[in-house]
């Protein structure tokens, strides 16, 4: 038979408390909370760091058997090592997350169980902050981009042209590619813009512009503006001799 013992500063959230919710054996005068005296100590980092792995807590069975321990994520951000473990008397579990910097969170809140066969089962839930200090973002940037020249050998004539790219967009804030096509021939500019990080953007001009000369400028854009050392300008005669530009 199970009673339950109250912990002490439950709704505290922070590394002075120990275990939210306990059972303990019936005849066990131990407390289960506290983490200087309790049966069971939780140790939460007063702090995370995004972009690098950082200790989490640190769990310490001070029961007279041993315990089976699991730290878990609440939510979708970051990912733990050394979540699992079965410890002995006097033995401790450090857990550690590992969390992004494309969009590190203001804090982690985790939940750690013990159990102890049916002598002992307890709960937490705690939470700390993430510092994103250490984190450079990086710009966005081109993986592969081309530009095609499929402009008409016949009537109508028109100046056709096919840019396609692939952002390499991990840890960034891609915005949006923008192409524009400048026939400096007759003073005609239009633009195309696409928000996908792998696109087609395709450009057909009015009839008659074959051997026209174009100066097709493309754009990146993230959260910062526009990336200015990925910007590409390629100066072409509309005659659709095929690729005029390619990277890598």
Do not use: H, W
């Amino acid at each position: 038979m199970c009673v339950l013992v109250s912990a002490v500063g439950a709704v505290s959230i922070g590394p002075s408390t120990a275990f939210t919710s306990a059972t303990l054996a019936r005849g066990s005068a131990a407390p289960v909370t506290g983490d200087a005296t309790g049966l069971l100590g939780l140790d939460v980092s007063p702090s995370v760091s995004a972009g690098t792995e950082s200790r989490l807590v640190t769990v310490t069975n001070r029961f007279s058997k041993s315990v089976t321990a699991v730290v878990t994520l609440d939510g979708g951000s970051g990912t733990l090592s050394n979540a699992r473990g079965l410890l002995a008397p006097g033995a401790s579990m450090v857990t550690t997350v590992t969390l992004g910097c494309g969009t590190p969170p203001d804090s982690v809140t985790f939940s750690v169980a013990t159990t102890a066969k049916t002598e002992l089962r307890a709960a937490a839930k705690r939470s700390t902050t993430v510092d994103a200090s250490g984190c450079t973002r990086a710009s966005a940037s081109f993986a592969s981009i081309s530009v095609v020249d499929q402009s008409d050998q016949r009537p109508p004539r028109k100046a056709r042209y096919t840019v396609q790219y692939v952002v390499d967009a991990r840890e960034t804030t891609f915005e949006r590619v923008t192409v524009e096509f400048d026939n400096r021939d007759r003073n005609e500019v239009e633009m195309r813009s696409s928000t996908a990080p792998n696109d087609v953007v395709q450009f057909a001009s009015g009839g008659n512009r074959k051997g026209e000369t174009y100066v097709i400028t493309i754009r990146l854009f993230d959260a910062d503006g526009e990336v200015g050392t990925a910007r590409i300008e390629v100066t072409d005669s509309a005659d659709g001799d095929g690729t005029v530009y390619a990277a890598p």
